[in-house]
């Protein structure tokens, strides 16, 4: 069931990226503050309905021991939202998803989990297809992006934005192959076999809510800018695709975040994709090849998960 999970996560999260492009707003300072805090207020109402809906008696002291994860991934997030402010879509996406590559290296050195032909096959080709949508979108960038068009402006510190999210997500996503490795000696407390993934997930998503309200009070008390949800809908849109990939993750990369990890990563296809068709970036000959690559590598996993039921 990991490759479902992980699709259906895949998916949401391109998805996602579109409506955060949408609503990327290039001469707002605090935009991606603002979307951040969007998608805690989200993830912390899914949290809440997790809890009742599930039955969950969930501890509270389960908030510090994953903090690691989730820092990483609201931190991770909201440079990843700063780079959209200055970014193509296409250009950031793939770079950020290269930390895929990153994690099933850790997984396998520290955690000792094990790739069968297929599925390292797979890894191989994901890994590489992103890669070499990377290294394309760099030279694009350096030929075709006209200096006027401030929302896609770049520099070098705009351009280490992605790279920075792509080393701290990595760092997240490995402690998370860790916490959910199997929930006999997983760190969090108080979880069963069936409550293992809902409690990894809504620690991190009332995480999310906390930080989420900090940040409300920052802009709108301390800052005094202005701050309504309703006028956000294209960051709405995304906190809700963002919300159900995440409750998908983290049954994907129950056990198997070596190979989960590079194909959620490969969600920049998705991006790259959906940003083609609704953001006209347009794509070359090259860029489908890549993706072509990609698309092979993610249906030799569910090749080899087949294979192992």
Not at 49 to 63: G, H, S
Not at 279 to 306: N, R
């Amino acid at each position: 069931m990991w490759f479902i999970y992980a699709l259906v996560s895949t998916i949401s999260w391109g998805a996602a990226d579109l409506f955060y492009k949408k609503g990327a707003d290039a001469e707002d300072k605090y935009s991606h503050l603002k979307t951040s805090a969007i998608v805690g207020i989200v993830m912390g109402a899914h949290a809440i309905f997790t809890m009742f809906a599930n039955n969950i008696d969930y501890d509270p002291i389960n908030l510090l021991i994953y903090l690691p994860v989730s820092l990483c991934y609201i931190l991770s997030m909201t440079i990843g939202y700063l780079g959209l402010r200055y970014l193509m879509l296409s250009i950031s996406s793939p770079i950020q998803n290269s930390s895929g590559a990153i994690v099933t290296i850790l997984c396998l050195i520290f955690l000792d989990q094990m790739l069968d032909l297929p599925s390292a096959a797979g890894v191989i080709l994901i890994c590489g297809g992103i890669f070499v949508l990377g290294i394309l979108e760099k030279k694009k960038m350096e030929t075709e992006i006209r200096e006027e068009d401030r929302k896609y402006q770049v520099g070098f510190k705009a351009f280490f934005l992605p790279i920075a999210y792509c080393i701290i997500d990595a760092l997240g996503t490995f402690f998370d192959a860790y916490y959910l490795d199997d929930y006999r000696t997983t760190p969090l407390r108080g979880v069963t076999e069936r409550t293992f993934e809902d409690v990894a997930n809504i620690s991190y998503e009332l995480t999310f809510l906390l930080a989420a309200i900090f940040i409300f009070i920052y802009i709108k008390i301390i800052k005094k800018q202005r701050f309504g949800f309703i006028e956000h809908k294209n960051r709405m849109v995304a906190a809700l695709f963002e919300t159900g990939g995440q409750a998908a993750y983290v049954y994907a990369m129950s056990g198997t975040g070596v190979v989960a990890a590079p194909m959620i990563a490969s969600y920049s296809i998705v991006s790259l994709i959906l940003s083609r068709i609704f953001l006209k970036e347009k794509l070359t000959g090259q860029q489908y090849a890549a993706v072509a690559v990609v698309m092979t590598g993610i249906f030799l996993l569910g090749l080899a998960e087949a294979l192992a039921e």
